[in-house]
């Protein structure tokens, strides 16, 4: 029983190294302003965009869900039925965690905090399941008999 | 659902890794099944049932509420 839609191995790791550097940037982008220059782009009067965007958010965030999105997809080195079955049922898990959260951080955040809510949306149920995932994973492996 | 895949594991004198070697699939498999966290595919019970020259019904049996 093999999924299609995963990636090699390797990928879990390559995700994860690119991440970090994504998510700094986007962090720094948020609290400090940090703008890269080169990613100013300047639109003339009348075109559907802002006349001046720079475009450091838009790179913070596609890196990050992309990031993530390898570390999910990765396969693990043995690939089986088991493994399969708790990847959905993680991604379940996943769902399920994050509307609660959500739900609760709209009553529980306002005007400011809740755009940083809104924000860290994006990226917690591809979270919520890498973590999941591989704590049941490593679970299971720590009750493993040794040999 | 109950099995004997550690007792039948023993009577061969084989590992979890010897046996998730010879069924194709990873150590955490043959663990989650022995441990009752995971219920088998019929191709893996199948086959596990074959390479112990047993039964299914031998190796693995219904519990009260299945």
């Keep these: 029983m093999r999924s299609k839609l995963l990636l090699p191995h390797r990928f879990k790791w390559i995700g994860l190294f690119v991440f970090i550097p994504f998510l700094v940037l986007g962090l720094l982008n948020r609290y400090k302003d940090f703008k890269i220059e080169a990613l100013t782009f300047y639109y003339e009067d009348g075109s559907i965009f802002t006349p001046v965007q720079n475009l450091t958010d838009e790179l913070a965030l596609t890196g990050s869900i992309i990031s993530l999105l390898m570390v999910s997809f990765a396969r693990e080195k043995q690939e089986d039925e088991f493994i399969n079955h708790t990847r959905l049922e993680s991604w379940q898990w996943a769902v399920l965690i994050n509307f609660v959260m959500l739900i609760i951080a709209t009553w529980v955040f306002y005007d400011e905090a809740y755009i940083d809510v809104m924000m860290y949306n994006l990226l917690t149920p591809l979270i919520f399941f890498i973590i999941r995932f591989n704590w049941v994973l490593s679970k299971n492996k720590r009750s493993e008999e040794k040999i | ?66």
């Excluded at chain 2, 004198?13 to 966290?37: C, P, W, Y």
Aim: glycine letters at 4%.
């Design chain 2, 1 to 66: 659902m109950q099995n004997t895949i550690k007792v039948e594991r023993a009577i061969k004198n084989m590992t979890q890794a010897d046996l998730a070697d010879k069924i194709g699939v990873s150590r955490q498999t043959i663990n989650a099944i022995e441990t009752n966290r995971y219920v088998p595919s019929t191709i893996l019970a199948l086959k596990m049932a074959r390479l112990f020259g047993k039964a299914v019904e031998e190796i693995f049996t219904l519990e009260k509420g299945d």
